[in-house]
C-alpha cells in the first residue's frame, strides 16, 4: 500500500461500484475524514495523506502543487488501476489538487474520472485575494482563525503551533498562490459544494466551475461555513453518495 493514499473501507470488490479518492483541505489529514468511509456502502473509498502531517509528520511538507500532483498520481497508480469508474473529491486546497490531478491523467490517456467533487474552492482562474503564507508568525496564526481549520487549543500555544506552522505554510503557498488562466477543461461531471455561511468565496467564483468541464455542472448549498465537511459531514456525504450513485 502506498503512503500516500489510506484505505477507507472495507467493503468488498464485489459491493463495490466505483472508487473515491478523497483529498485534504490546507492543514488537513486523513484523521480530518474519520469515520468517513463507513458511510460509502457502494463505493471503495482512498484518504489522500499529504507529507508533513500524521503519520507523515516527519517528513518534509511539499509546497509546489506540480511535485505535489507529481507524487499523488504516481501513488494513485499503485492502488489503483483506472479500469472501474471513480471519483475525485477535494476540500478548498484540494479542488486545486483535484482539479491538477484530473487533467494530469486525461493527458496520460488514462480512463478519466466519472465525476469531480469540488467542495469550497473557487475556479483555477480565481488567486487567493487575501493570501496569509506570506506573513510573520503572528500574523499567519492569526490568519488561520479565519478558516476554523486548526483548533485554537493549538493556535493559542505557541510552541504547539510552531511545530505545525512548516506544513501549514507550505499548503497555504499551493493554495493561495495557485492560479490558473488557460481554462483547460476536464472530461468529468463536476458537483461543486458550498457551504451557506462560507465567507471564503462567492457564489461567482464556484460556478465558474462550469467553464472547466466538457460535461455536466451541478452545485449544492451545504448548510455551514467554510469548514462545512467537519461541522455538517452528514450532508456532505449524502451528497457525493448521490452523486456518485
Known amino acids: 500500500m502506498s503512503k500516500w493514499f489510506v484505505h477507507g473501507n472495507e467493503i468488498g470488490i464485489e459491493e463495490s461500484k466505483n472508487t473515491i479518492f478523497i483529498f485534504p483541505y490546507a492543514g488537513g489529514g486523513v484523521s480530518s475524514f474519520k469515520n468517513w468511509g463507513e458511510h460509502?456502502?457502494?463505493?471503495?473509498?482512498?484518504?489522500?495523506?499529504?507529507?508533513?502531517?500524521?503519520?507523515?509528520?516527519?517528513?518534509?511538507?511539499?509546497?509546489?502543487?506540480?511535485?505535489?500532483?507529481?507524487?499523488?498520481?504516481?501513488?494513485?497508480?499503485?492502488?489503483?488501476?483506472?479500469?472501474?469508474?471513480?471519483?475525485?473529491f477535494g476540500h478548498s486546497m484540494g479542488t486545486k489538487i483535484v482539479y491538477e490531478l484530473a487533467l494530469k491523467i486525461k493527458e496520460c490517456g488514462l480512463k478519466n474520472p466519472e465525476g469531480l467533487i469540488i467542495s469550497a474552492g473557487r475556479a483555477p482562474c480565481y488567486k487567493e485575494p487575501n493570501p496569509i503564507y506570506h506573513l510573520d508568525d503572528d500574523?499567519?496564526?492569526?490568519?488561520?482563525r479565519r478558516y476554523d481549520g486548526t483548533p485554537d487549543e493549538i493556535l493559542d500555544n505557541k510552541d504547539l503551533i510552531s511545530i505545525f506552522l512548516p506544513t501549514l505554510r507550505a499548503d497555504f503557498i499551493i493554495d493561495e498562490d495557485y492560479q490558473d488562466d488557460e481554462y483547460k477543461k476536464v472530461d468529468s461531471d463536476i458537483l461543486a459544494l458550498m457551504g451557506t455561511v462560507d465567507k471564503e468565496i462567492s457564489l461567482e467564483e464556484l460556478t465558474k466551475w462550469s467553464e472547466y468541464t466538457t460535461k455536466k455542472f451541478t452545485y449544492k448549498d451545504i448548510e455551514g461555513g467554510h469548514m462545512?465537511?467537519?461541522?455538517?459531514?452528514?450532508?456532505?456525504?449524502?451528497?457525493?453518495?448521490?452523486?456518485v450513485g
Do not use: W
Not at 465537511?229 to 453518495?241: G, H, L, P, Y
Open 40 to 88: 460509502f456502502k457502494n463505493s471503495e473509498v482512498y484518504f489522500a495523506q499529504y507529507p508533513g502531517r500524521e503519520n507523515r509528520f516527519s517528513e518534509k511538507a511539499i509546497e509546489d502543487i506540480r511535485e505535489l500532483v507529481e507524487e499523488l498520481f504516481k501513488a494513485m497508480k499503485i492502488v489503483f488501476d483506472f479500469t472501474s469508474p471513480y471519483y475525485l
Open 139 to 144: 500574523g499567519f496564526i492569526e490568519g488561520l
Open 228 to 243: 462545512f465537511i467537519i461541522t455538517n459531514k452528514e450532508d456532505v456525504i449524502k451528497s457525493v453518495n448521490e452523486f
